[in-house]
T-cell receptor, first 115, second 109 residues
């Protein structure tokens, strides 16, 4: 059973470009979480999605950021018109979502560098 | 979200037990206590979780106070590979997982 797969692992963008980060959850998992981690800082929650639904997006910046988890295919975190402050590691996690078994499985992260 | 408080950092000697504390005085009756850790340059990994009773697994033990306002993660014999940031998280069903700053554990050879 493959783990949570994130790609690309490293992404370099110039200011103003778009960044798309993909996350394929573990098989059988229907819940996906996205977190951002700035250098030397903790993980900041961004968004929690279930298939085709956004459950909690309270951590998403109001502009330029969007996330989706379609019925088929990976979850996508999209950052439009990137700025230097968007440089960070973006982690995706998945879970079965059942009750409070609660175990999150994390990917190895996508490291975005904005020049 | 309920809050947790952890020391910023702790040190341990290799092969000695480590007790990592977490205070969560505002915990609600349906909050589970979760522990994750993050090794350098990696994504977090699950360690253990519990509700009221103490829990043991192959990685660690979780001791939960009777009033549930605090808990302690116990690593029975620290190894160099246990050096990581350890996060204590409260989570109710359907909520997201909110990570605080955690405790940075250093293990000395």
């Amino acid at each position: 059973n493959a783990g949570v797969m994130q790609n690309p692992r490293h992404l370099v963008r110039r200011r103003g470009q778009e960044a798309r980060l993909r996350c394929s959850p573990m098989k059988g998992h229907s819940h996906v979480y996205w977190y951002r981690q700035l250098p030397e800082e903790g993980l900041k929650f961004m968004v929690y999605l279930q298939k085709e639904n956004i459950i909690d997006e309270s951590g998403m910046p109001k502009e330029r950021f969007s996330a989706e988890f379609p019925k088929e295919g990976p979850s996508i975190l999209r950052i439009q018109q990137v700025v230097r402050g968007d440089s960070a590691a973006y982690f995706c996690a998945s879970s079965t979502g059942t009750a409070n078994t609660g175990e999150l499985f994390f990917g190895e992260g996508s490291r975005l560098t904005v020049l | 979200d309920a809050k947790t408080t952890q020391p910023n950092s702790m040190e341990s000697n290799e092969e000695e037990p480590v007790h990592l504390p977490c205070n969560h005085s505002t915990i609600s009756g349906t909050d589970y206590i979760h522990w994750y850790r993050q090794l350098p340059s990696q994504g977090p990994e699950y360690v253990i979780h519990g509700l009221t009773s103490n829990v043991n697994n192959r990685m660690a033990s979780l001791a939960i106070a009777e009033d549930r306002k605090s808990s302690t993660l116990i690593l029975h014999r620290a190894t160099l590979r246990d050096a990581a940031v350890y996060y204590c998280i409260l989570r109710d069903y359907g909520q997201n997982f909110v990570f605080g700053p955690g405790t940075r554990l250093s293990v000395l050879p």
